[in-house]
């Protein structure tokens, strides 16, 4: 198995860089297989969503549609798979896909909740609770 940096799906995903997409693409395809696959941390999976918002104006549908993609690529296998696409759709549905991606992972560790003083999020995930009292409340 091998593990795949965030700047090496980029590179897949956006190629702005033909050589190195290139490169990367075939590496890949000599060393991962649906048998073998090439491993995606969920920190990969965050940094994938940053750098495609900060970097490259990607919008959400865009982002979602291509980790999803990625999701459902035989030959690459995302660090808890079914949380990660969990998170997606519920940053698809308008979620900052790392909150979603915290309040599903910690739901499923079986957290009762998880606390926040991200309004915004706790408006949007489940999961998460508002803890008030906080001049960092957004």
Known sequence: ????????????????????????????????????????????????????????????????GALESLLDTAELAFEDHDLVRAAVAAYRAGSGFADALIAESNENAGCATTITFDTRAAKRLRQLMLLSGSRWTS
Do not use: C, K
């Not at 395809?29 to 750098?51: G, N, Q």
């Open 1 to 64: 198995m091998i593990g795949l940096d965030t700047n090496v799906v980029i590179r897949l995903l956006v190629g702005d860089d033909a050589a190195a997409q290139e490169t990367a693409r075939n590496y890949i395809a000599r060393h991962s297989s649906s048998d073998d696959p090439a491993r995606i941390d969920r920190i990969v999976a965050v940094e994938i969503v940053w750098v495609l918002e900060r970097s490259y104006g990607f919008s959400r549908i865009q982002i979602a």
